[in-house]
């Protein structure tokens, strides 16, 4: 069966080339859709619905257009990684985990040692916590193989 894996969280590091990249390797039957990852089209996601002066609508009405999206492809999804990095405060990760632990998606955090305490009710309905991609992409490989 062929899965469709939703990646969720920080857009600064390489975390999801290397679960897609062992994925890859494993020749595992994965699917994998993400929120837009380009920082400065995110944020201009609503901008086609007209100019704004003050910054916070600009925001919020780029914030609902990419809801559309996030919101779309977790429902679609068989299973939704949401990776923590350390250096921003990913609240869209912290709602996204959120939002699948209210639909009953699975869903497997990513993050450092250090995030844990901070974590903890995100982790409390997570079905796995990881702290490296490469952990990540040999929970697929079990998931799907065994």
């Given at each position: 069966?062929?899965?469709?894996?939703?990646?969720?969280?920080?857009?600064?590091?390489?975390?999801?080339?290397?679960?897609?990249?062992?994925?890859?390797?494993?020749?595992?039957?994965?699917?994998?859709?993400?929120?837009?990852?380009?920082?400065?089209?995110?944020?201009?996601?609503?901008?086609?619905?007209?100019?704004?002066?003050?910054?916070?609508?600009?925001?919020?009405?780029?914030?609902?257009?990419?809801?559309?999206?996030?919101?779309?492809?977790?429902?679609?999804?068989d299973l939704v990684v949401v990776r923590f990095g350390d250096r921003y405060k990913q609240w869209n990760a912290a709602f996204d985990a959120g939002y699948c632990a209210a639909l009953g998606k699975p869903y497997i955090t990513l993050?450092?040692?250090?995030?844990?305490?901070?974590?903890?009710?995100?982790?409390?309905?997570?079905?796995?916590?990881?702290?490296?991609?490469?952990?990540?992409?040999?929970?697929?490989?079990?998931?799907?193989?065994?």
């Amino acid at each position: 069966m062929p899965w469709t894996v939703y990646l969720s969280g920080e857009i600064h590091t390489d975390w999801r080339q290397r679960i897609e990249a062992g994925a890859r390797e494993r020749k595992l039957p994965v699917t994998f859709t993400s929120a837009v990852t380009d920082h400065d089209a995110s944020d201009a996601a609503g901008d086609h619905l007209g100019a704004e002066d003050n910054a916070f609508w600009r925001d919020h009405k780029s914030a609902k257009v990419n809801a559309i999206r996030t919101k779309t492809l977790i429902e679609q999804a068989d299973l939704v990684v949401v990776r923590f990095g350390d250096r921003y405060k990913q609240w869209n990760a912290a709602f996204d985990a959120g939002y699948c632990a209210a639909l009953g998606k699975p869903y497997i955090t990513l993050h450092d040692e250090a995030l844990v305490h901070p974590l903890k009710e995100v982790d409390a309905t997570a079905l796995a916590w990881a702290r490296t991609p490469e952990q990540v992409a040999d929970i697929l490989a079990y998931i799907i193989t065994a």
